[in-house]
């Protein structure tokens, strides 16, 4: 989607980076938000006409004897808003939505995620699969695996590294500092080496 309209909880979504000779571009914010309240955030987004995205999966649960399958966030506390800066200070100032930057420790200013970044994290997180799994960034080095990307099944599209998580060969998405999702098991046969530059150096490019 050209990422106009309300908040996606959808599979494969289309993200682009509008961008327009000396006015501001819409980026995504990585928002950190209190006491797990990310989808009243989302609610609140989504009736202002702001994309976000929450990461979330299907996970099963007993409830009076009978197994449930419900919809629920992935990781807490982590909204994703795509939103030109400007408005996303106003909104911060005008909201009483508990909500924080979360910032670079490095320059101290609010973290964004480069465009393609974010395209490749929702491709697989936006599937919704019960069995992804979510990895903290810090833990493993990804760097050594193979950069990949899956040419077809439900996560076509998206780039990522190709390593053993848990005994299955996984792509892992890593949004840089953040969070990190792994596929489902994906055969050697749905995957092409890519040698293309990274998505953060791609999108610094522009």
Known sequence: MALRSACSTFAHVEVRTVIKKGREKE?????R???????????????????????????????NGVMLKRLVPSVHNLIFVYIKPSDMAEYKKTSDMPIRYIMNRETHKPITVPTREMENFIKVAGTFEEKLIYLNPDLGDFAKGERVRIIGGMFAGAEGVFVRVKGDRRVVVNVEGLVAVATTFVHPSMIEKITDPEPN??????
């Open 201 to 206: 150096q791609l999108d610094n490019a522009l």
């Open 33 to 63: 938000v209190t006491y797990h309240r990310e989808l009243k955030v989302k609610e609140d987004l989504e009736s202002r006409g702001i994309t976000c995205f929450v990461p979330m999966q299907y996970r099963r649960e007993e409830r």
């Open 27 to 31: 980026v995504w914010f990585a928002i």
